[in-house]
């Protein structure tokens, strides 16, 4: 496994890294992108450091997946966008920022351009407003 000493998203897992969290259970992870590519971008984490998708157990590969399904229906409910694109980068020359495999949930409307992240950082009351509306989604 790589070194993941000053791995940003373990430092989210360990509350030591402010994030907008939406959900979380034994194993996996979901918090607002700070640099939305559209209002409501998620991302969801496995707990357990694993650089991408050659690393990451099977276990949490499936956690993951299955946190993936549940936060995109939240999202869905709540946010109600036209569609949903999920999308996970494997190394800098695919895209990957941050070497903590990790799963892009991003709203999407017709017309909109397929941009993969924004370019600038989200007001963090904004974020905080779309991941109470997430949650709310929560209830039936
Ligand atoms: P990728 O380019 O697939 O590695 O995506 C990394 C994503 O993580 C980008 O969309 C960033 O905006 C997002 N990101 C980086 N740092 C943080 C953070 N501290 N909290 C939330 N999202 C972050
Ligand atoms: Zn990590």
Known sequence: MSDHSNCIFCGIVRGDIPAVRVYEDEHTAAFMDVQPASPGHTLVI???????????????????????????RLVQKALAPDGIRIMQTNGAAAG????HYHVHIIPMQDGQRLGAHGRERADPEVLKALAAKIQNALRP
Do not use: G
């Not at 990957?96 to 070497?99: A, I």
């Open 46 to 72: 496995p707990k357990a450091h694993a650089a991408n998708l050659f690393e990451i157990s099977a276990a949490d590969l499936v956690a993951t997946t299955l946190t993936t399904q549940r936060m995109a």
């Open 96 to 99: 990957q920022t941050v070497f």
